[in-house]
């Protein structure tokens, strides 16, 4: 199967609404049981090995992912790298636009619909809008080469056209509400699509720092299906990698891991209750940061999404507010410390009492890797019930992961 199934595809939506309506499935109880790890570079300076030795890592923990009867469908694997300038300098030239290099770079790695050319062009019109309406320079849009030969027919089936928007910072603002503003056009665009009744558009990433290259296939699949990932001009200075496993769920190209800034193997045990706070937040929430800007970011947790893609949309949220990977982390999945206060430094107690009294703690079984394009962060939920494993080759990488078997085990 080589060519997009629309019949094969409107038969899967309809068994599963079916299911939604008559059995105990619902979207709203999607949780995954996955493998995820990272790797860095200790000095912070992009090289390609950390690259090759994520592709490698991912590669090693394809037992920790679901496969179809086919062999080759999977449920999802995707790698997380940092933008790197010198490929897109080259990208941008074949556009025709000779790069401004005195300007950051930002890259959206892109889900259209495959086969409605007409919603196509629709949401390319609206990405268009919302990078101008914030007065972007866009040099163009990218056909990212697949090879879809590896992929399974159900995968292969339900594929979406994937592209690339590259825009420079023509506002000259610094990279951090460079980065603020990226994600409140990303949010415009989701809005607009949704209001505009299109299916099928998901934004992977949108950014000056990092890219998402992800999909409905398996781990040893993901850097043959994407071609760039082997170029050696991709350089990093991180790599987070992700083999989705799916429980309660079916899976889907867009749900594939890492999402914009985390990485999750587990489940929320504390879902709809963090949910509904974030939504009653929402009615007060206020940043100096956003300004007017903030009714656009709103609701912050889209409907339909995973545990894993609700956490990640909080994490940003705080991020993009002005807090850091590291105190993001802290707030939303804090250490277990009530009944150990005695035990822990007085600055301790203090900055989780003031964790607690600003937002919920996101409860249940969890291990993560995240970052925010600067800081790199790997860590556990409050019992520890995700075991993760770090190393480092005492020089210039090191290691993180979930479960055995990595090819740094």
């Keep these: 199967m080589t060519t997009y199934d629309e019949n094969w595809v409107r038969e899967e939506e309809a068994k599963r609404k079916w299911m939604a309506e008559n059995g105990l499935y619902s979207e709203e109880e999607e949780h995954s049981s996955c493998g995820v790890g990272l790797v860095v570079s200790l000095d912070g300076k992009p090289n390609r090995k950390v690259v090759d030795n994520g592709i490698a890592a991912l590669k090693a923990i394809w037992h920790r992912g679901a496969v179809d009867a086919d062999g080759k469908t999977g449920d999802g694997a995707g790698i997380h790298v940092q933008i790197p300038a010198n490929f897109f300098y080259d990208q941008i030239r074949r556009t025709g636009h000779e790069p401004r290099m005195d300007e950051l770079i930002a890259v959206g790695q892109i889900f259209l619909p495959r086969t409605d050319f007409g919603a196509q062009e629709r949401c390319r019109t609206i990405v268009e809008t919302e990078v101008l309406r914030l007065g972007y320079y866009i040099y163009g849009w990218r056909h990212v080469p697949v090879e879809i030969g590896c992929l399974g027919e159900k995968a292969n089936a339900t594929r979406p056209e994937i592209e690339q928007i590259l825009i420079s910072n023509s506002k000259g603002v610094d990279e951090e509400q460079f980065e603020r503003e990226l994600y409140v056009i990303r ?102 940061f956003f300004g007017e800007l903030a009714e656009d970011i709103k609701p912050i947790v889209q409907p339909g999404s995973s545990d894993s893609a609700a956490l990640d949309a909080v994490f940003e949220v705080l991020v993009r507010a002005g807090r850091d990977a590291p105190m993001a982390k802290t707030m939303l999945i804090p250490e277990s410390w009530s009944k150990q206060a005695v035990e822990l430094p007085e600055a301790w107690r203090d900055m989780y009492s003031y964790c607690n009294s600003v937002i919920e703690p996101w409860d249940g079984p969890a291990a993560l890797a995240m970052t925010d394009g600067r800081w790199v962060c790997a860590g556990l939920d409050r019992n520890g019930l995700r075991p993760m494993r770090y190393v480092g080759d005492g020089r210039w990488l090191a290691y993180c992961w979930f479960r055995s078997g990595n090819g740094s085990d």
């Excluded at 990092?210 to 170029?231: R, T």
């Excluded at 769920?249 to 963090?274: C, D, S, V, Y």
Aim: glycine share 4%; net charge positive.
């Design 187 to 288: 949010r415009r665009i989701e809005k607009a699509v949704t209001a505009a009744g299109i299916q099928g558009l998901y934004v992977c990433s949108l950014s000056c720092r990092s890219v998402i290259y992800k999909g409905m296939m398996l781990a040893e699949q993901v850097a043959e299906f994407y071609p760039d990932l082997m170029d050696e001009r991709f350089e990093s200075a991180f790599a987070i990698y992700h083999q989705r496993y799916s429980t309660n769920t079916f899976p889907q190209w867009w749900l594939a891991q890492p999402f914009r800034m985390l990485a999750h193997n587990g489940e929320i045990n504390t879902l709809k209750g963090n949910v509904n706070w974030m939504k009653s937040h929402e009615i007060r929430m206020a940043s100096n």
